[in-house]
């Protein structure tokens, strides 16, 4: 059953005709019954306040029929403990997920706990890694935007799919991941914007607002300079996930190593070495290539001769300024 706090809640916001804290309350209550599973008694609640009272509540929840159109519904399986994160990233996502496992006292003291988070950095660096490790630890579904099923070239489209996204998430508790988020939230000052974007943005942001606590919603953004200036601040936390330092992609390539169960060709400080700025994303396939090609050449393969093959692969492929470095 509903906590007794929130029922109290919902009967004063009622008797004082708060209605928008009356839904949000609502919604809290549809979300604690689904995570106890008691799913027929979460659909009635949210039946209701989709089809009954005034024009105020919101619309019919058509997004909950055909929410795979929207959402890309993924079972979340990484663990926070396998990733290698700078203390202050670990520590930040630490804490959040402590405040949404220990949601119920922090409100017995009247606090909620955060549910907003901004990841930055180059692509190839965890940001999508940390989001999922987030939903496993806080036990939540996971879900991803799909920007293929909300961005539509017709007219008030897009922002009224944003709306059946947010209306469907709203009454679980979840995760709910926005990659890229400078592609649908770019700064509306920009001349070269339509005025179609800038009503889409105004709809994410006004949304984002409107979440209740017990959702999360992560974004990730490759281009933080495109970002609309107002979608910083709401932000609670803004982590940036850089490439690793030399010190730390040798750790990475160290544990790939005792991972893999074999010779990398190199040691992985020499392979740090040799990869300046390479993203976790790429250390990782290079060091899977070269486990895969000597794998295929036994008995008779070199590592070190494969090793260095794919760095040179690299260097020439996705780092062409690095070319004229000496082994």
């Known amino acids: 059953m509903a906590r007794a706090d929130l029922l109290i809640d919902l009967v004063e916001a009622e008797r004082s005709g708060d209605k928008q804290k ?37 619309p019919r929840d058509d997004a909950a029929t055909r929410v795979n159109d929207l959402l890309l519904d993924t ?19 630490q804490e959040l997920i402590e405040e949404h496992r220990r ?20 692509p190839g660096n965890g940001k999508t890694t940390l989001a999922e490790a987030i939903a496993t630890e806080t036990m939540l579904p ?57 009503r889409v943005v105004s709809t994410l942001l006004m949304q984002i607002d409107r979440l209740p606590p017990h959702v999360i919603v992560i974004c990730s953004t490759n281009h933080s300079e495109l970002l609309d200036r107002a979608a910083w601040r709401r932000f609670q936390v803004r982590l940036e996930l850089d490439a690793p330092s030399r010190s730390e992609a040798t750790s990475f390539l160290s544990s790939l190593q005792t991972r893999l169960g074999g010779d ?26 070269i486990r895969r090609r000597l794998v295929l050449s036994l008995p008779g393969g070199n590592a070190q001769d494969i090793a260095r093959s794919r760095i040179e692969q690299w260097r020439t492929q996705a780092h062409p300024q690095a070319r004229n470095d000496h082994y």
């Open 22 to 58: 009356f839904q949000t309350l609502v919604e809290a209550i549809i979300a604690e019954e689904r995570a106890n599973q008691h799913h027929l008694v979460a659909d009635r609640l949210s039946e209701l306040i989709t089809t009954v009272g005034s024009s105020d509540l919101l």
């Open 75 to 93: 079972v979340p399986r990484r663990r926070l403990d396998t990733l290698h994160l700078r203390d202050t990233v670990q520590q930040a996502s």
């Open 103 to 122: 949601i119920e006292l922090l409100r017995s003291h009247g606090l909620e706990p955060r549910n907003r988070l901004l990841l930055d950095g180059p």
């Open 142 to 198: 996971f879900y991803i935007v799909r920007y293929e099923g909300i961005v539509s070239s017709f007219l008030g489209e897009t922002a009224a799919r944003l709306d059946h996204v947010f209306e469907f998430v709203r009454t679980r508790r979840c995760v709910v991941f926005f990659d890229e988020f400078d592609t649908i939230a770019k700064e509306r000052s920009d001349l070269h914007e339509t005025g179609e974007v800038k």
């Open 264 to 289: 990398l060709g190199l040691a992985p400080r020499t392979l740090a070495d040799k990869l300046p700025g390479a993203s976790y994303a790429e250390l990782e396939q290079i060091a899977l290539d």
